[in-house]
């Protein structure tokens, strides 16, 4: 009954702000209860021992590396010259990449394109040669080009040297043709041109005071045009020499010769003989016979001329030897 009015009054105090709940009284009685010791023990909390000088090492080589760390990445930084903008030489820009001063390329550089600046030129260099591809869009090679120490190469379908502007194609080269644009061609070289098969050209003209010389020094030299070929020195003399015959030939027309004075030389000259009323052939007159100053040009049946002397009558004799033995 005691125990049961305990409650009871436990129980109304409870209702009481500040005061002990059942659990804690409850508690508060089985500890008040349990045996006390005289010695208690005490258990140490933490990390002692070489447990906690391996840790302190740990964290002291941990300061160490970062610290290493940072200063290499400072002095990476401070070598490259690495800046907001770029890294060393290397700058980008709005309009691309920009690179100041000499530049190395270990590996292939594909870019869209590449200019200089507006005050310097644009080198590549390189200790072999220097190739420049260009491909379609398979990966097949269409182009290129190839500037080594003994000749400069270039592989495409065609090629063109434009002039400043761009616009006039001063050359051009394919398989089926060379075209030449420019207004003048000059060949400064001592042996000339030499054109291997026919040459297509409206005009051939030497410089001012040389001399034009057309040459074929073992075949013959062949000038064709349907229209007619004309000759003209305006300054000066029109020589044609060969070796062996040359020919003046007129399939549909005439050859008109029109000059002053029209000469041949190294006629052969045929004396008359008034016993034989014959001609010999002769380089000169005959020293024997008056001194003969007037000929009569005589030519053969095929073609062939030589002087005669003038007489009262023509004496010109298509029986002359020199037109049977020519």
Known sequence: LQMDEKWIIISEEDRRPGAMTREQYILATQQNSLPRTEHPQFYPVGIYGWRKRCLYFFVLLLLVTMIVNLAMTIWILKVMNFTVDGMGNLRVTKKGIRLEGVSEFLLPLYVKEIHSRKDSPLVLQSDRNVTVNARNHMGQLTGQLTVGAD???????????????????????????????????????????????????????????????????????????????????????????????????????????????????????????????????????????????????????????YLSPAGASSTCQSSSNICLWS
Request: glycine share 8%.
């Open 151 to 305: 000749a400069v190469e270039a592989q495409c379908k065609r090629f063109e040297v434009r002039a400043s502007d761009g616009g006039k194609v001063l050359f051009s080269a394919d398989e089926d043709e060379i075209v030449i644009g420019a207004d003048r061609l000059k060949v400064t070289g001592t042996e000339g041109a030499v054109f291997g098969h026919s040459v297509e050209t409206p005009h051939i003209r030497a410089e001012p005071s040389q001399d034009l010389k057309l040459e074929s020094p073992t075949r013959s030299l062949v000038m064709e045009a349907p229209r007619g070929v004309q000759v003209n020195a305006a300054a000066g003399d029109l020589k044609a020499t060969c070796r062996k015959e040359l020919h003046l030939q007129s399939t549909e027309g005439e050859i008109f010769l029109n000059a002053d004075t029209i000469r041949l030389g190294n006629l052969p000259v045929g004396s008359f003989s008034s016993s034989s009323s014959s001609f010999s052939s002769s380089s000169s007159p005959s020293s024997s016979a008056p001194r003969q100053t007037i000929y009569e040009l005589c030519a053969c049946p095929n073609g062939k001329l």
